[in-house]
């Protein structure tokens, strides 16, 4: 029994290294890729945290409804941003739901950035989340056709820069 | 050596339990607090995620497992584990215990597919590392825990140090310009941040400095005398508690320090092999 747990502690020292080296090699962006798809587990972590380009921005949903009249409305923004408290400290469940949609938001970025057609990124996932989102989660008037959704990011607070991400097409409900 | 290490890996286990306890209790409460997320009309709705690559996800086996009340099933799970955690010293019941972090939070990242953040990452790391030196504790084979010991020791190191290099390639860090951008966020920022840190460009640019060499330097503290790598584990600890304040990254302090604990021990064996100390 002593042979066989020495055994398999030796074997799980080795699979440790192992696992610090590939933790090591997948913080290089060409090694992730070739790492990356053997990581069937996901246990390799990304560690480097808000670098090399640090979160300088807020990323913003919003959406506007095309009305059966043929007129628009405004946008509107479907997330705010509470205020940073001490409580923050200890409780601040608030990020979960920002830190999807900031998410959420870069993959259709990204997803738009790399492929040629705009078909592509409507049926990539991130795109679905947020578009179910604004059509569930936002109030949905019976004079409205269809609706449109942006991600615009904004960096400051004061005199903020205003940068149009993404547009989405017209949805129906 | 082995006699140093058997006395110490018990002290080391308690602490990190307790830590891990805290980041499961606060993280699982807050995924309870967020619970409309996983229903029909929330953003991590099943109906949409399920369409994700892998037909996996589209079975009807997928769909029974990660639907709502599943979901609510094994979020209670995390708290009743980490509840465990908090109260036992039993090696074994430990052992089930973190089982059940590690299971469950495989099937939250699962399950949420968005929004994993570096808490969530080390508190796995952490967890199974935490399982590692409970068995060796259980099966009374010392090789297990250092095992889990290298692991969570070995993961903080390289985290601090990657953080440190990367911030080191960024001009924003280098010229100071990433902390002022930072703070000025209304996700990551603060007003009083903002203000002091855009005041003075000395402050700012010193201010990254200071993170980039205190996070790229961090590995050197294992070579350090046994003060003056607690001194640096306190210093961390504490630029972790700013961060929770400031940028209202919470849920980092708890896993980032339950690791401490393995890096002491991995420092005193270190300068006790090379005679440092």
């Known amino acids: 029994m002593n042979t066989i747990a020495s055994a398999f502690g030796f074997l799980a020292v080795a699979v440790v290294l192992l696992w610090l080296v590939a933790t090591l090699a997948f913080q290089h962006a060409t090694l992730r890729g070739?790492?990356?798809?053997?990581?069937?587990?996901?246990?390799?972590?990304?560690?480097?945290?808000f670098a090399p380009n640090p979160a300088t921005r807020d990323s913003h949903l919003l959406v506007r409804d095309l009305l059966r009249d043929g007129t628009?409305?405004?946008?509107?923004?479907?997330a705010s941003f509470p205020s940073r408290?001490?409580?923050?400290?200890?409780?601040?469940?608030?990020?979960?739901?920002?830190?999807?949609?900031?998410?959420?938001?870069?993959?259709?970025?990204?997803?738009?950035?790399?492929?040629?057609?705009?078909?592509?990124?409507?049926c990539s996932i991130p795109y679905l989340v947020i578009l179910h989102f604004c059509m569930t989660r936002h109030p949905f008037p019976a004079n409205v056709l269809a609706r449109q959704f942006a991600t615009v990011d904004t960096s400051g607070r004061d005199n903020r820069r205003i940068w149009i991400t993404f547009i989405s097409e017209f949805h129906r409900p | 050596m082995t006699a140093f290490y058997a006395s110490e890996v018990g002290v080391s286990l308690a602490v990190t339990k307790v830590l891990l306890a805290v980041w499961c209790l606060m993280s699982t409460l807050e995924w309870i607090r967020n619970f409309d997320l996983f229903k029909d009309d929330g953003l991590l709705s099943w109906r949409i995620l399920s369409l994700r690559p892998g037909r996996i996800f589209r079975s009807d086996c997928a769909t029974r497992l990660f639907c709502t009340r599943s979901t609510s099933v094994v979020l209670i799970l995390r708290l009743v584990a980490a509840a465990a955690l908090l109260v036992s010293n039993d090696a074994l019941l430990l052992c089930a215990a973190l089982l059940v972090i590690v299971a469950t939070s495989y099937f939250?990242?699962?399950?949420?597919?968005?929004?994993?953040?570096?808490?969530?990452?080390?508190?796995?790391?952490?967890?199974?590392?935490?399982?590692?030196?409970?068995?060796?504790l259980a099966a009374h084979e010392q090789v297990i825990s250092f095992a889990g010991t290298l692991l969570i020791g070995g993961q903080l190191l390289i985290s601090y140090f990657v953080a440190g290099f990367s911030k080191l390639l960024s001009p924003e860090w280098r010229s100071g310009h990433a902390v002022i951008g930072v703070m000025g966020t209304h996700s990551y920022g603060h007003a009083l941040g903002a203000r002091v840190?855009?005041?003075?460009?000395?402050?700012?640019?010193?201010?990254?400095?200071?993170?980039?060499?205190g996070e790229m330097l961090f590995p050197l503290a294992l070579f350090a005398p046994h003060d003056?790598?607690?001194?640096?584990?306190?210093?961390?600890?504490?630029?972790?508690?700013?961060?929770?304040?400031?940028?209202?990254?919470?849920?980092?302090v708890w896993p980032f320090a339950a690791a401490y604990p393995s890096v002491v021990i991995l420092g005193d064996l270190t300068t006790r092999s090379l005679g440092l100390d």
């Open chain 2, 197 to 213: 840190l855009s005041g003075s460009g000395l402050l700012s640019r010193g201010f990254c400095w200071l993170v980039i060499l």
């Open chain 2, 108 to 136: 939250l990242a699962a399950r949420t597919w968005l929004g994993e953040d570096g808490a969530d990452q080390m508190g796995q790391l952490v967890a199974i590392g935490a399982l590692l030196m409970a068995a060796g």
């Open chain 2, 228 to 252: 003056v790598l607690l001194c640096a584990l306190a210093a961390f600890f504490l630029f972790h508690l700013t961060n929770a304040w400031l940028m209202g990254l919470n849920t980092f």
């Open chain 1, 85 to 122: 408290s001490l409580l923050h400290i200890v409780w601040h469940p608030e990020k979960r739901p920002r830190k999807i949609l900031r998410d959420a938001a870069k993959a259709i970025r990204l997803t738009r950035s790399r492929s040629s057609s705009k078909g592509v990124t409507q």
């Open chain 1, 34 to 49: 070739v790492i990356g798809p053997w990581d069937v587990f996901k246990v390799l972590p990304s560690w480097s945290f």
């Open chain 1, 72 to 78: 628009l409305t405004a946008w509107a923004p479907i």
